[in-house]
């Protein structure tokens, strides 16, 4: 059935080393984004891409990078320059930029 | 960041009884406002969505209301249940992105 895998749902990385969250759709869609929650609080958007080969900053990019090789995938990673990593990773997509996101389940990465 | 906060505000409602959980926006440009719901541990679920040439509209048990002179938006939920306890975001978009407010927690009381 179509929708939005992330995967792992939960991650342990050590202090220090990069670690890339995968995030799929086969929901055709355009647009892809990453947001980042951390306990009690709302979505912060990190990166988003409207289409293939394309992407932009959101609001807290810092630490973090993207890539949009294919339609279908927006992988993130959190590189060791991102001074708190331990949150809760959110992807979602949209068929366009007048549409609804849809989300995956998330991917919990703790840090140690 | 925009949609940080320290707490989440908490409403607590009577089960059976309507919820009202209410969400300010900031940008009078926003044109497409949608309203999530978010289990514990689990990625936020539509669950209305609503343009801003409109001030009403209804779903199944759900209706949002949009204010666009104070930048207010609403989700009413009917005869609420257990099964609507979560933590619910306002969401607007401007141009690509799509910006969370702070959220509100439902706390059900049996």
């Known amino acids: 059935d179509g929708g939005i895998t992330q995967s792992p749902k939960y991650l342990f990385r050590k202090e220090g080393q990069n670690v890339t969250l995968s995030c799929e759709q086969n929901l055709n869609h355009d647009a892809m984004y990453w947001y980042r929650q951390d306990p009690g609080q709302g979505l912060r958007l990190i990166y988003y891409s409207q289409i293939v080969n394309d992407f932009q900053k959101g609001d807290i990019a810092e630490g973090y990078s993207v890539s949009r090789e294919k339609k279908e995938s927006f992988p993130l990673t959190v590189t060791s320059a991102q001074k708190n990593p331990t949150a809760f990773y959110l992807c979602?997509?949209?068929?366009?930029?007048?549409?609804?996101?849809?989300f995956g389940q998330g991917t919990r990465l703790t840090v140690v | 960041g925009e949609s940080v906060g320290l707490h989440l505000p908490t409403l607590s409602v009577q089960e059976g009884d309507n919820s009202i959980i209410n969400c300010a926006y900031s940008n009078s440009a926003s044109d497409y406002f949608i309203w999530y719901k978010q289990e514990s541990g689990k990625g936020p679920q539509f669950i209305i969505d609503i343009r801003s040439n409109m001030d009403k509209r209804q779903g199944q048990r759900v209706t949002v209301l949009l204010n666009k002179t104070v930048k207010h938006l609403s989700l009413q939920i009917a005869a609420t249940q257990p099964g609507d306890s979560a933590v619910y975001f306002c969401?607007?978009?401007?141009?690509?992105?799509?910006?969370f407010g702070k959220g509100t927690r439902l706390h059900i009381l049996p």
């Open positions: 979602a997509s949209s068929r366009s930029q007048e549409t609804e996101a849809f």
């Open positions: 969401a607007e978009r401007r141009g690509d992105k799509i910006i």
